[in-house]
């Protein structure tokens, strides 16, 4: 093998030093020409292919040399083993890997494979049938083996056994020597040839180790000589930037002598046009002084022909009057005529008449006679009969008593009050002080009446119809006094309102309101139309292809603003789409009654002051835009219109009886939308709350002399509220609200009317605590309204909402008041309605709570605000409505609040058959008089509140929702306390009242926030919002006290 490798590493030994040679001779310095490239690749080329085969030449080197020393390492341990006995024969041929098999010479795996192979034919055979197969033997082939096999010439001696063996022994030893000698042998040729291998592989990597410094030498001078050529490279390019340089200072050298000259010419060329221009202006001159003296010319023959015409029309003028005098005289001529003969008609026909009337009267007045006589005897029978049923009526709170006005008032004589409808009654009869009156006035035995006789006396003695009254006259003309008044001031107040327009308008114009919207052509071009559209018309009605075009420019603007994109509101808005909206809507303001027919359709106008809803919602640029520009008061007066067309002025004690139904149609509803939907977004977009102002921006120099933004935005909407309440929209909507006597189930007009008209009272209420100057705190004492809402609303008892929304919700779902129970389970509509109404209501609560609680807790109205709660609480535990229950929650919170009297009306309202007597430990606990017995049935108000789900005693998110209102119902109540501790812990209030209080920020921070601010989505919801702080601790301890039992 070493003789092998040898001669070809020889060889390669032998040429490699001759092309280096060449190689150098080649790359000496002095010849380098432009092949050097060249060369040097040539070079490193032939550098590789030696390294590559010196490479390969150690590796066969070190693989030789690993395969000779493992061959003599085998040598080694192959150990000399030599075996005498018979058996050794067998292990020598399994040794050596062959064994003799039924008389053939086998190897071991072939033994193997004949094994594996007859396997399967194994398992699959029994033993019997392998029996079967097997060649059957003669008979007596045992006994003649046994024979042979023990016959006495088969034995040997001892003496021969020894000597045979000792021959074995012998050969052995001689087989051992000679094996050990070739095995020496061996190992000394292998070792040769291992020192060999050792021998070349040095030399290899010795030659190795000089390529490399070969390869080093040959690397420097390759650096070297690019150095050389980058030196002469450079030399080069300097020359070349020195040239440009030179080419560079001839040019701007010819540059500057031809700007020099044309310069020259430019001088030469502008005195020129110098000259030529004086010489135009010169001829210019003379050319308008020969005009103006052909313009006098002129003016003078024009003169003349101008008092022609004037001399003609005086005489045409003159003879036109004498003509009309002449038909004006006979014109009277005949009227004088035509009147004396009606005269003499009307009188024979007055005559007439009048002989009829005298006539009919005596038979009216016999009549009339007849049916008093009759009427006096059967009224003391019905006093009677209605006593008793009234008695055993009223006596259950299953039935909900009518809020109806009676056609006949009533009243109590032994109190003095007047009493207007069923509500009234029942509330007034149950109250405590009449019973107590009646208690002291009358007796049965020297013993106290009970609850029963005295409410049976007080039907049957005290309760009687009034016949005339004599106040009406005088509070009617008061009224109409009052209302001449509140209209001069709602004249100055618009005034005002009209001027502050102007000014924002002037502003306005100079500021370019930019809008990114991408329908901005397109809706700047439907508010051209809409105007054209108007200009066009004549004063009749329109035509219908007029309506059909108008409803399909409305139809195209619809559909743009209902993708509820602010940059299409704003674009819109800025080409003047609601001014071109006003316009249209102004076609109603001619109409006076009812049946006048408009220019424009209904529908048409429905569809207009939709468009005009979807311009402002969820926009406060152009909502605040409505209000600056004074266009809200235009919205307002044509809602103010329509109401005043169907609600007629009445006399506050037949108030909403002759309301037109006609006004829950869709122009007035939509009306009432707009104007919420305007005030709901200037409530979010306040200057002072937390979201950006939108308010226009005042320039530097005009903010010395005007207010600020937030005063000026509080004084608008102060003005505005103002305006409204002295116009009176407060008692035309009380009289819309008071005409609902029934639900609104299977009437959605009306639903949304009573949605839209109380969620514009809940905007009002909301804006007015905003802007009136008052701090954050609902239970703060300056409570003054500039606005007089407060006061208009106290006046209508909350403009009638109340009385509405026991309507809707009792009227007509009792038939039977014996056997039927309050309905529990309302629609959609009636559960909108109540939300609505319960927001007003929270809303009108946090600007006056004070006046709240008088309204509502008055004597009638507590009734039905306690048969409504209790109502909606049933709904809510059937129906999931968590809006419409956290709105009663909140309600009945401030309903009750620092009220012991409203706090004990908790307690009257139950749901059960006939009297529930509860008697406490302690009478005396209770405010006033002890309330032992307690009409009504289970559960009260109080006692569905704590029975709602555990989320709101585990949640505190609901947490934060109920326990105010149980705190407010319940402080320093014994009386509802221990109510309340039937259904829960008192110690819990306790505990949220603490932690509340340890709360950082919540007990410090949160009443006096600055003034101005709009109560947040749930800033009402909190603890300090719906109980005073200063009471917190008192009430804590309240609430740990333990009752006596």
Not at 335 to 343: L, M, T
Not at 393 to 417: F, G, I, M, W
Not at 897 to 926: F, M, T, Y
């Amino acid at each position: 093998m070493l003789q092998a490798g040898t001669p070809p590493l020889q060889v390669n030994e032998e040429k490699f030093p001759a092309e280096k040679a060449r190689i150098e001779n080649e790359m000496d310095p002095s010849d380098i020409s432009n092949s050097m490239a060249e060369v040097l690749a040539k070079k490193e080329e032939l550098a590789d292919r030696l390294e590559k085969a010196n490479e390969e030449a150690i590796a066969s080197a070190i693989a030789e040399e690993e395969q000779l020393t493992r061959e003599i390492e085998a040598e080694e341990n192959n150990d000399i083993n030599i075996e005498t006995d018979n058996d050794s024969d067998f292990s020598a041929s399994m040794g050596s890997g062959s064994v003799s098999f039924c008389g053939m010479s086998m190897d071991w795996n072939d033994v193997l494979a004949d094994y594996e192979a007859r396997e399967s034919w194994r398992q699959n055979t029994s033993w019997g049938d392998i029996v079967e197969e097997e060649p059957a033997r003669p008979p007596g082939h045992g006994i003649h083996m046994h024979e042979k096999l023990s016959s006495p010439s088969r034995k040997r001696t001892i003496a021969e056994s020894k000597k045979k063996h000792e021959e074995k022994q012998m050969k052995a030893q001689q087989l051992r020597e000679k094996l050990r000698e070739e095995k020496t042998l061996k190992l000394q040729k292998l070792l040769e040839r291992e020192k060999d291998v050792r021998k070349w592989k040095e030399e290899l990597l010795d030659q190795r180790r000089r390529m490399m410094e070969e390869k080093l030498l040959h690397a420097e001078f390759k650096r070297e000589v690019q150095l050389q050529a980058i030196v002469k490279k450079a030399q080069e390019e300097e020359a070349k930037v020195n040239e440009i340089a030179f080419i560079n200072t001839l040019e701007a050298q010819n540059k500057r002598h031809d700007v020099l000259s044309k310069l020259k010419e430019y001088e030469q060329r502008l005195n020129e046009l110098q000259e030529e221009r004086q010489r135009r202006q010169e001829e210019k001159q003379a050319r308008d002084e020969a005009v103006q003296e052909r313009k006098r010319a002129l003016e003078a023959e024009r003169q003349a022909r101008v008092e022609e015409l004037l001399m003609k029309r005086k005489e045409q003028e003159a003879r036109i009057e004498q003509q009309r005098q002449e038909k004006e005289k006979a014109r009277e001529d005949a009227a004088r005529e035509r009147a004396r003969d009606r005269e003499e008609r009307l009188a024979a026909l007055t005559a007439a008449q009048q002989e009829a009337m005298e006539e009919l009267q005596k038979k009216i007045q016999l009549k009339h006679d007849e049916s008093i006589r009759r009427h006096m005897e059967q009224i003391e029978q019905r006093k009677e009969k209605a006593a008793e049923l009234s008695s055993g009526r009223h006596a259950n709170t299953d039935y909900a008593p009518k809020l109806t006005p009676y056609e006949r008032k009533k009243q109590c004589s032994l109190c003095n009050v007047l009493i207007s409808s069923e509500v009234y009654l029942f509330s007034h009869v149950k109250g405590r002080k009449h019973q107590q009156a009646v208690r002291e006035n009358s007796s049965i035995q020297g013993r106290e009446l009970s609850d029963e006789e005295v409410e049976h006396l007080s039907l049957k003695k005290y309760i009687i119809d009034i016949v005339i009254e004599s106040t009406a006259p005088a509070e009617t003309l008061k009224d109409g006094e009052e209302r001449q008044k509140n209209k001069k001031k709602a004249k100055k107040i618009k005034a005002r309102m009209n001027f502050r327009a102007k000014e924002y308008e002037s502003l306005m114009e100079t500021k370019n309101s930019g809008s990114d919207s991408p329908y901005k052509a397109k809706l700047q071009r439907l508010a051209k139309d809409l105007l054209k559209q108007l200009q066009v018309q004549d004063s009749g009605s329109w035509a219908n292809n007029k309506v059909s075009a108008l409803d399909r420019t409305l139809g195209e603007i619809t559909r743009i603003l209902e993708k509820e994109n602010v940059a299409d509101q704003i674009a819109f808005q800025a080409a003047g789409g609601l001014t071109a909206l006003e316009h249209i809507l102004q076609v109603v303001v001619p109409a006076t009654n009812v049946n006048t027919v408009l220019r424009i359709p209904p529908k048409s106008l429905c569809n207009a002051i939709n468009v005009y809803n979807l311009t402002c919602n969820n926009c406060s640029e152009n909502c605040t835009d409505v209000l600056f520009s004074n266009k809200i008061t235009f919205l307002m007066d044509l809602l103010i219109h329509q109401l005043t067309v169907y609600v007629p002025d009445e006399n506050n004690t037949i108030l909403g009886r002759n309301t037109n139904k006609q006004v829950f149609e869709g122009l007035t509803t939509g009306l009432l939308k707009v104007s919420a939907v305007v005030l709901g977004c200037l409530i979010a977009s306040r200057p002072d709350g937390n979201c950006q102002p939108a308010t226009p921006k005042i320039p530097t120099q005009e903010m010395k002399n005007k207010p600020s933004q937030g005063d000026a935005f509080n004084n608008r909407v102060q003005d505005l509220i103002s305006y409204v309440v002295n116009m009176g929209l407060i008692d035309k909507l009380c009289a819309c609200f008071l005409s609902v006597q029934g639900p609104v189930d299977e009437n959605p007009k009306m639903a949304t009317f009573l949605q839209h008209a109380t969620g514009l009272l809940h905007a009002m209420c909301t804006l007015c605590f905003a802007v009136t100057g008052r701090s954050y705190s609902i239970f703060d004492n300056n409570r003054q309204d500039p606005t007089g809402l407060t006061a208009a609303l106290q006046a209508t008892d909350l403009a009638g909402v109340l009385h509405m929304l026991y309507c809707v919700l009792f009227h007509g779902t009792i038939l039977d008041p014996s056997t039927a129970s309050p309905k529990e389970n309302y629609t959609q509509n009636t559960t909108q309605v109540a939300i609505q109404s319960l927001r007003f209501f929270n809303s009108f609560a946090a600007l006056h709570l004070p006046a709240f609680q008088s309204i509502v807790g008055a004597e009638g109205l507590s009734l039905a605000f306690r048969h409504m709660a209790s109502s909606l609480l049933g709904h809510c535990s059937q129906v999931s409505c968590e809006s419409l229950l956290h709105e009663v929650i909140v309600c009945v919170g401030y309903f009750t609040v620092n009220h012991p009297d409203n706090q004990e009306e908790e307690l009257r309202l139950r749901e059960g058959k006939g009297i529930v007597k509860q008697e406490l430990a302690e009478p005396s606990l209770a405010t006033g008089s002890s309330v032992i017995v307690q009409s009504g049935r289970h559960p009260t108000v109080l006692q569905k509140l704590c029975q709602l789900p555990f989320q709101y005693f585990s949640d505190p998110r609901l947490i934060k929702i109920l326990f105010p209102s149980l705190i407010a119902a319940c402080y320093n109540n014994h009386q509802n306390k221990i109510i309340l501790e039937q259904e829960m812990s008192c110690v819990l209030l306790a505990t949220f009242i603490q932690d509340l209080a340890q709360t950082p920020g919540q007990a410090e921070n949160q009443p006096y926030q600055p003034k101005g601010k709009c109560l947040g989505s749930q800033d009402y919801l909190e603890l300090a919002n719906r109980f005073p702080q200063q009471a917190w601790e008192e009430a804590r301890q309240f609430f740990l006290k333990k009752e006596k039992k």
